[in-house]
């Protein structure tokens, strides 16, 4: 539905940035890469996702494109929604982790 959103930095917090758009604050959850690279005063541009379900309306944000396509395909596996593959992706034991080797361990394969 929203492919970024643009603007001022208002707030930062972990795994939470806030971008104002025009007088309206987007809050995103993001992750400690993203974070790391916005100011709150300084303009921005997050590339987003948005996780709509029953009682859900969830707005991720990521620095770049790239982030963003790896969160897509985290979700995509199997019992993987957004929460868990914003979770698992971004704690510091798969950060570095290529993504066959994630998929096995998220899969509970060895390798």
Not at 42 to 69: P, R
Not at 87 to 108: A, D, H, P, Q
Request: hydrophobic content about 35%; glycine content about 14%.
């Amino acid at each position: 539905m929203f492919y970024y959103v643009s603007g001022t930095v208002a707030h930062v917090e972990p795994y939470l940035a806030v971008i104002d758009c025009g007088g309206v604050g987007y809050a995103c959850k993001t992750t400690s890469t993203t974070i790391s690279q916005l100011q709150v005063g300084k303009a921005s541009k997050l590339y987003t996702y948005l996780h709509v379900g029953e009682g859900i309306f969830d707005l991720y944000g990521f620095a770049t494109q790239g982030e963003l396509g790896s969160f897509k395909q985290l979700i995509g596996v199997s019992g993987a929604g957004p929460t868990a593959a914003h979770i698992r992706k971004y704690t510091s034991s798969f950060r570095n982790m290529g993504n066959t080797k994630f998929y096995n361990l998220m899969l509970g394969q060895a390798g």
